[in-house]
């Protein structure tokens, strides 16, 4: 029971550290947070507002309203793509440095099993010479 409850805590903390990093990169928009959500509610609402200003109330030409509403649509765009490549590096950084520390765990790791092998040997050698 003592491993299954272990295994259960660790699973709550990976969950939790799962949780944080979604939030975190939420933050830097990998996900809707509340200024995207005004941004884009105000250009979508510009947009209705041009599109019925100028195709039913006829206060602005037509074409002019639909050249308008598309610069809007194309800003959003734009936008868009800013706060994806802004999450995007966010997490490749963090992947990078994964990396780096997997690999210092590696070298790590490499120095200790060569060194288990010396006293290995060390010991080998030893009971040898005691018969």
């Given at each position: 029971?003592?491993?299954?409850?272990?295994?259960?805590?660790e699973?709550?903390e990976?969950?939790?550290?799962?949780?944080?990093?979604?939030?975190?990169?939420?933050?830097?928009g990998?996900?809707?947070?509340?200024?995207?959500?005004i941004?884009n509610t105000?250009?979508?609402?510009?947009?209705?507002?041009?599109?019925?200003?100028?195709?039913?109330?006829?206060?602005?030409?037509?074409?002019m309203a639909?050249?308008?509403a598309?610069?809007?649509?194309?800003?959003?765009?734009?936008?868009?793509f800013?706060?994806?490549?802004?999450a995007?590096?966010?997490q490749?950084?963090i992947l990078?440095s994964?990396?780096?520390?997997?690999?210092e765990?590696?070298?790590?790791?490499n120095?200790?099993?060569?060194?288990?092998?010396e006293l290995?040997?060390?010991r080998?050698q030893?009971?040898?010479?005691?018969?």
């Amino acid at each position: 029971m003592k491993g299954e409850d272990r295994l259960r805590e660790e699973l709550h903390e990976f969950q939790q550290e799962k949780e944080r990093i979604r939030n975190i990169v939420g933050q830097i928009g990998g996900i809707n947070n509340r200024q995207n959500k005004i941004i884009n509610t105000l250009l979508i609402v510009i947009i209705i507002v041009l599109l019925v200003l100028g195709g039913v109330f006829k206060r602005i030409t037509p074409s002019m309203a639909v050249q308008v509403a598309i610069l809007f649509g194309v800003l959003k765009l734009i936008w868009m793509f800013y706060e994806s490549q802004r999450a995007s590096h966010f997490q490749f950084w963090i992947l990078n440095s994964l990396e780096f520390r997997i690999n210092e765990m590696y070298k790590k790791t490499n120095s200790i099993e060569k060194e288990l092998k010396e006293l290995k040997k060390i010991r080998e050698q030893e009971k040898t010479d005691d018969k």
